[in-house]
Every structure is written in C-alpha cells, then in structure tokens.
C-alpha cells in the first residue's frame, strides 16, 4: 500500500496553467506505476494520463494529448502534472492513483488513491 495526497489545485483562468503534485509514502514508490484520472460533476472518473515505474513511458488521453505533461521523481516520492493551455471542460476533481508494477489507464485497475485535488478553469 502507498498513501497519496495531491495538492496544486486551484482556479484559473482558460488559458492557464496549472501544475498538480502528488506526494506518496512509503519505500516502494518505484515500484508504482502513476496515473492521473479527473472526475467533473455528474460523470465518472476519467483516465488523465499515467507513467511508468521509470518515467520512461507515459499515456495521455486524447483530450489532454499536447497540453499535458506527466512526470514523475522518484528519488522525492513524487509525481506531477503540469496543465497548460487549460480549458473551462477540465474543470475536474483530479486524483492521483498508483498501481503496482504494470499500466493501466482505467481507475478500476487502480487500488492507491489521494483525496483528489480541485481544478476549476473559467472562461
């Protein structure tokens, strides 16, 4: 088991940028793949994008591909997403989550989750 808490939400304006860290416990973060997954109000809980236990491969869904970057440090336990170019329809609850060993890009492959971090963009 890992813990995860998000942090780096905030409001911001369309255009905008935003960059969310996850911070996680525990001796095995490497061993982690993370991911990155959003849900808005009313909608279930959407793949954002994931990374590897290196950092040598990541994923993105379309909808991100180009504006988002994830990454990840695992000397600091850390991963990160860096939103650029923000529109008002990624307004989200954003969660990090992790899962040992292999990717997956749908949150029932996940079983670690943060708390969720709030992003709203307006137009």
């Known amino acids: 088991q890992v813990q995860l808490v998000e942090s780096g939400g905030g409001l911001v304006q369309a255009g905008g940028s935003l960059r969310l860290s996850c911070a996680a416990s525990?001796?095995?973060?490497?061993?982690?793949?993370m991911g990155w997954f959003r849900q808005a109000p009313g909608k279930g809980r959407e793949f954002v994008s994931t990374?590897?236990?290196?950092?040598?491969?990541?994923y993105y869904a379309d909808s991100v591909k180009g504006r988002f970057t994830i990454s990840r440090d695992n000397a600091k336990n850390t991963v990160y997403l860096q939103m650029n170019s923000l529109k008002p329809e990624d307004t989200a609850v954003y969660y990090c989550a992790g899962r040992l060993f292999i990717v997956g890009v749908t949150a029932d492959e996940y079983d670690n989750w943060g708390q969720g971090t709030q992003v709203t963009v307006s137009s």
């Open positions: 525990g001796r095995t973060f490497s061993m982690y793949t």
């Open positions: 990374i590897t236990r290196s950092g040598d491969k990541t």
